[in-house]
């Protein structure tokens, strides 16, 4: 069965850590990826997609994701975490089969940032 | 231009009571997909309709129910409410079916089951 793995799902760091979030995906066919953010009280909000092309995608407030297609991987990053940071993070993979499609969503990683 | 809007924000209902909740997309949205999203089970598929249709369902009792209308807006009705239906209800929009291209989500409807 396809599915999306978020390795760990609470992460505790200090302001100005670098970040490193796992999600792989299962599905050997063609997928679009996504993260997704939910900050505390608000509603969740794209970061950043891949499509195609260059797998290194940036998205808002820093955030960048590579895709590795051999490791089946869209890790989600930031060199320099903050405050504002603290959130839940929510990886997809959307795959198509014909008519046939799916998004699929990993458990969430819940960050905290200590100030 | 106007973001997913969710009404309405809060409810609590008694077990056994029933519950509408509304979703109006983005304008020019066609595509409507409802979530339900818990501490325990993350967030949780429950269908989606493009023009009008049903696309796609998750594995929920028949209870879930929804619609969609000629102008996008979409409602989703749960009937015979349980305890377990407790949750905080969440409606995306997309241009086309799927999410293929990312969602907008809405802020939600938090549904209490008392």
């Known amino acids: 069965a396809q599915s999306v793995s978020q390795h760990n799902h609470h992460v505790i760091l200090s302001e100005a850590a670098s970040l490193e979030l796992g999600c792989n995906y299962s599905?050997?066919?063609?997928?679009?990826l996504f993260w997704y953010v939910q900050y505390p009280g608000q509603h969740l909000q794209l970061l950043l997609k891949?499509?195609?092309?260059d797998p290194l995608v940036k998205g808002i407030k820093g955030f960048e994701a590579e895709f590795i297609k051999s490791k089946f991987s869209f890790n989600l990053r930031k060199p320099s975490v903050q405050w504002s940071d603290t959130a839940e993070y929510f990886c997809a993979a959307h795959t198509r089969r014909d008519s046939n499609y799916q998004l699929i969503w990993g458990a969430g990683t819940k960050l905290i940032i200590k100030p | 231009k106007a973001g997913v809007t969710q009404t309405p924000r809060y409810l609590i209902k008694t077990r056994g009571q029933q519950v509408t909740l509304s979703c109006s997309p983005i304008s020019g949205h066609r595509s409507v997909s409802w979530y339900q999203q818990t501490p325990g089970q993350g967030l949780q598929f429950l269908f989606e309709y493009f023009s009008e249709t049903q696309r796609n369902k998750g594995n929920f009792p028949g209870r879930f129910s929804g619609r969609q209308f000629s102008n996008s807006r979409s409602e989703m009705n749960v009937s015979t409410l349980e305890l377990g239906d407790s949750a905080l209800y969440l409606c995306?929009?997309?241009?086309?079916?799927?999410?293929?291209?990312?969602?907008?989500f809405g802020s939600g409807t938090r549904l209490t089951v008392v």
């Open positions: 599905y050997g066919g063609t997928v679009n």
């Open positions: 995306a929009s997309s241009l086309e079916a799927g999410g293929t291209y990312g969602y907008t």
């Open positions: 891949y499509f195609s092309g």
